[in-house]
């Protein structure tokens, strides 16, 4: 009797683990997904690096032009990029000699500093996606380079960073859950 419960048992054992192994599986982003959404803003070329988990996405792409579309504003203040986020959800933030690691810190202290926090937390909680990677030391430079332009879109979470001298765009976005 004993080995035929344990039998019973076996295809809900299965059933648990096969649900464990598909949810452990899914990405946050999908590629194709993401670079829908960057082209509407960005010159994207090549995928030069994507990883996505269930809580992070890092991405880079080569840039066939180092500016954005004519379409999308880049605001040379804090508080009209912080205006920006509110009224439209997405926006981008730069000033000649500050790096966007500077332009966060006045995002942190510019209106409810929201725009800041956020660009903060996806950059935070991406690490993961790219630890051990080659993007990591270039996203790292990037955060540093005066003149780079530092963007957030608030439906995904997602921090880009677009730099002209290297002629790359990031992404990171992470979830804490």
Request: hydrophobic content about 45%; aromatic content about 8%; overall charge negative.
């Amino acid at each position: 009797m004993a080995i035929l419960r344990r039998m019973s048992l076996r295809p809900q054992m299965l059933a648990a683990l096969a649900m464990l192994a598909l949810l452990s599986a899914c990405a946050r982003d999908r590629e194709p997904h993401l670079r829908t959404m960057l082209d509407d803003w960005f010159h994207i070329g090549d995928t030069l690096h994507f990883t996505s988990h269930r809580r992070c996405t890092a991405a880079m792409f080569r840039l066939s032009i180092a500016r954005p579309h004519d379409g999308f504003t880049v605001h040379d203040t804090p508080e009209e990029a912080v205006q920006a986020l509110r009224d439209t959800g997405v926006s981008a933030l730069r000033m000649e000699r500050y790096a966007p690691h500077d332009l966060t810190d006045a995002l942190l202290l510019s209106g409810d500093g929201f725009f800041g926090k956020q660009a903060l937390h996806a950059g935070a909680l991406a690490g993961p996606c790219l630890d051990g990677t080659p993007a990591r030391t270039a996203f790292f430079a990037a955060l540093t380079r005066p003149g780079a332009t530092l963007a957030y879109e608030a439906e995904n979470g997602g921090v880009m960073i677009l730099d002209p001298v290297a002629m790359r765009l990031f992404y990171v976005a992470g979830d804490v859950w």
